[in-house]
């Protein structure tokens, strides 16, 4: 009696000889999957959520969460504010400080798309200036949240009086609404969850001490708004937070290596394909750095067949693999990659190729891959 023959590997594509390489596959039950469990870590509550939109900047992901009821938004670019607008979101703000025209930029896309609120951050006075003269000339209101420093010394200004001051020169602006308080602890992905945590919540202490000196004062705090996806499930506990992920959506072997206790599947792939097979134990694939972030130490990318091959040189559009089993690969074999770190290999390709059920299906453009869409 014959065994069945086993089950095809979650990236297998029926179809794939019809892609070319390289490729940015998105898997698009995987994608569900971690959406679904963005709202469950949130306690079946998407009205918790605020997420990043970075690291997909794809239109269909968008109108997919406001299926799912997350009707809020955070962009790092003014293409990503335009682009959440256009699939209807309710409430987005862009999470970079506006400088040059990005002031008008915003207030031209709140004159667009009058049935989306925007918002923007500020940590200085400058920036308050820049965003009420925008939405002074265009005649529309801004939200501002107070961007804080709660340690990674990025953007954000340190909880205290020149804090204080902030507020109250956005509440007596014209043309803008303080819609509370943003702060991000990018600086903290320590894999022990509990060392995490214990970073975590000390790093919000001055941050809730400032929030509750304002709220004694008077001040409506709309919205806390605080970390990414390494914390995600730390301020998910807290009930006053609104959360933005990002990462989650797509995730990658960087988190997933490190952070066991969020339980997400990678959904982005990239296929690459054997073009040379240089001496016995090397292999070379058509993924170069313009098709993987190459920001990252070796490895940028883990081959789901080939997961303890030795990147040991990489070009434009070239990536050897050192492996003892070259000899089982032959030219033209497609191989599929994990990245390191998926949100700027993103950003990197113009379509993404959706996977369902096994096959390739349809070709979806990176949205807000450029700069800026129609604003």
Excluded at 270 to 288: C, F, Q, Y
Aim: some cysteine.
């Amino acid at each position: 009696m014959t065994s069945p023959d086993p089950a095809p590997a979650w990236f297998h594509i029926d179809n794939e000889a019809e892609i070319a390489s390289p490729a940015l596959l998105l898997y698009r039950e995987r994608i569900e999957h971690n959406l679904k469990l963005m709202i469950q870590i949130v306690g079946g509550d998407p009205a918790r959520l605020r997420p990043h939109v970075k690291t997909h900047k794809l239109l269909q992901v968008v109108q997919r969460q406001i299926e799912l009821g997350i009707t809020k938004f955070k962009c790092s670019t003014i293409s990503e504010v335009e682009m959440c607008a256009m699939a209807g979101a309710a409430d987005v703000v862009l999470a970079m400080p506006c400088v040059g025209p990005g002031g008008n930029r915003l207030a031209e896309l709140a004159k667009k798309y009058p049935q989306t609120q925007f918002a923007g951050i500020a940590d200085d006075e400058e920036t308050i200036r820049t965003l009420a003269s925008a939405a002074q000339q265009h005649n529309v209101n801004l939200g501002v949240f107070l961007e804080l420093d709660c340690g990674m010394a990025r953007t954000g200004i340190v909880p205290g009086e020149a804090a204080a001051f902030l507020v109250h020169v956005i509440k007596d602006t014209p043309r803008l609404l303080f819609r509370g308080l943003h702060a991000y602890d990018g600086h903290i992905h320590d894999a022990e969850l509990s060392v995490r945590q214990e970073k975590c919540e000390a790093s919000y202490v001055p941050i809730l001490a400032f929030k509750k000196r304002l709220e004694g004062e008077g001040v409506i705090i709309q919205e806390f708004l605080a970390g990414g996806s390494p914390t995600f499930g730390i301020h998910a506990q807290h009930t006053d937070r609104i959360c933005s992920p990002g990462t989650t959506v797509l995730w990658d072997f960087g988190y997933g290596d490190k952070l066991p206790d969020l339980p997400f599947l990678p959904a982005a792939v990239l296929l690459a394909r054997v073009i040379s097979k240089p001496g016995t134990n090397r292999i070379t694939l058509d993924l170069g750095h313009k098709s993987v972030a190459p920001e990252q130490p070796h490895p940028r990318v883990r081959f789901e067949e080939l997961p303890e091959a030795v990147a040991v040189m990489q070009s434009e559009e070239h990536l050897v693999l050192e492996t003892d089993r070259a000899h089982e690969f032959v030219v033209g074999q497609a191989l599929h990659g994990i990245p390191r770190h998926v949100c700027p290999t993103v950003s990197m390709h113009g379509e993404a190729v959706i996977v369902e059920g096994g096959r390739a299906t349809q070709v979806w453009p990176i949205t807000a891959r450029n700069r800026k869409i129609t604003v």
